[in-house]
């Protein structure tokens, strides 16, 4: 019997990422080191998903906070750092959730101590929302460093190097926009 750790995709394997079937991915003009260096980008990717989902586990859990928490926290630091007034509409409109979901959100990051709601400068039939002090310095503390040790990965490459791997993260945006069966609603 074949382990877990044992099925796992190697790059230097006959297991592929893929299957090498020309109606997905035609290979017949790469070598085999080329398709071993191809399989190499798609397990570093692989590795870096997971660290990356297992950060934002962790931030979450550290803050007491889920997804769409998370979600709404960031859009309103970011906001606040520009000037920017939040109503609850915005807030459902980048979380993507429904004017009673967004109200439950709200009431629960009120209550605990992450939001507050103030009045709106220019319109007094509505309110705006806003990160709490405390909040906003432990996201800083926490995600903001996070930011920091990936933007240091990116600095310490060359210049030439930098523009391959926007154009591979393009590439790879572009590649990853649902199509088919996966557009349907």
């Given amino acids: 019997m074949v382990s877990t750790a044992e099925r796992r995709i190697r790059p ?11 109606e997905f991915s035609d290979r017949s003009h790469l070598s085999r080191a080329e398709i071993t260096q191809c ?14 989902r297992a950060l934002s586990e962790a931030s ?22 520009q000037g920017w007034v ?6 459902a409109s980048e979380v993507g959730i429904s004017s009673a ?10 209550a605990a101590g992450h939001l507050i709601r103030a009045p709106h400068p220019k319109d007094q039939r509505t309110i ?5 002090p405390e909040t906003a310095q432990a996201a800083r503390e926490t995600i903001g460093r996070q930011h920091a040790r990936r933007f240091d990965a990116a600095a310490a490459m060359s210049s030439d190097e930098r523009e391959v791997v926007v154009r591979f993260l393009t ?6 926009q649902p199509q088919g069966d996966l557009t349907v609603q």
């Fill in 12 to 22: 230097d394997s006959d297991l592929n990422y893929f299957l090498n079937d020309p």
């Fill in 39 to 52: 399989n190499s980008i798609m397990e570093a990717l692989r590795r870096w998903r997971e660290a990356d």
């Fill in 60 to 81: 979450r859990r550290y803050m007491h906070l889920n997804d769409s928490d998370m979600r709404a926290i960031r859009m309103l630091i970011h906001a606040q750092k």
């Fill in 86 to 91: 939040v109503t609850p509409k915005d807030i």
């Fill in 101 to 110: 979901s967004t109200t439950k959100l709200i009431d629960r990051l009120v």
């Fill in 128 to 132: 705006c929302i806003e990160v709490t």
């Fill in 171 to 176: 590439a790879l945006t572009e590649a990853d």
